[in-house]
């Protein structure tokens, strides 16, 4: 029977090909068209969700009124983190970022790169987030300014095969020391960054900050 069906079938397509030609090259665009679509759909809910803590991370946002206004600001005051851990039981932690702008020289003995993806962050940064530390002390890493955090590619571009905790990079900020490396942050992240420092001390008075609850 179902023999039948198909033998049927491959007739009417071969009495009509111009028609059977348009309906199936239609059907083959919408499918694609489709499966596209809901890929696009997949990856954009996919974001910021491989943290482990992603249910209980949340980022505070700045509402501010101005007296013919009001405008929504995906920044905090330096101070509000701090504030809030202390008034708000409710709350774990707080860790606050900072993605710096335009781009900076950076060089290791006969290689110069022009770099723009900096970024600051509090101590307590990759407890909060699920980006492995893959070298480095846990406990002494985004003390100090003049350190650094590189991602395990900006690591390998920089120095190869060699070890690069300890190693110092020059800048026209100073001279900046590696004292950790980082996995690269995956695409579907809201930040991202190749260089990571600490933001305390640096006299920045707003940020993006973020608290688990």
């Not at 955090?149 to 920089?158: C, G, H, N, P, Q």
Request: hydrophobic share 40%; glycine share 6%.
């Amino acid at each position: 029977m179902l023999k039948n069906y198909f033998l049927i079938a491959l007739r009417n397509l071969l009495r009509n090909k111009l028609f059977s030609a348009v309906n199936i090259l239609g059907l083959a665009i919408g499918l694609a068209c489709c499966f596209i679509i809901l890929l696009h759909i997949r990856y954009e809910f996919s974001y910021d969700r491989f943290h482990e803590k992603a249910d209980q991370i949340y980022r505070l946002v700045l509402h501010r009124y101005y007296p013919d206004t009001q405008v929504d600001y995906a920044l905090s005051p330096t101070s509000l983190g701090p504030t809030i851990l202390e008034e708000m039981p409710e709350v774990k932690t707080c860790t606050r970022l900072f993605k710096g702008n335009g781009e900076a020289a950076i060089t290791y003995e006969d290689k110069t790169f022009n770099e723009s993806n900096f970024m600051l962050a509090d101590s307590n940064f990759f407890d909060m987030f699920s980006i492995r530390l893959l070298k480095g002390d846990p406990e002494n890493i985004l003390r100090n300014p003049q350190e650094l955090i590189l991602t395990e590619s900006t690591a390998r571009k920089y120095f190869g095969d060699e070890e690069p905790i300890g190693k110092t990079l020059t800048s026209p900020f100073g001279e900046l020391q590696v004292n950790g490396v980082c996995e690269d942050v995956p695409y579907n992240s809201h930040f991202n960054f190749d260089f990571l420092s600490a933001l305390g001390g640096t006299g920045i008075v707003q940020q993006p900050s973020y608290v688990t609850l």
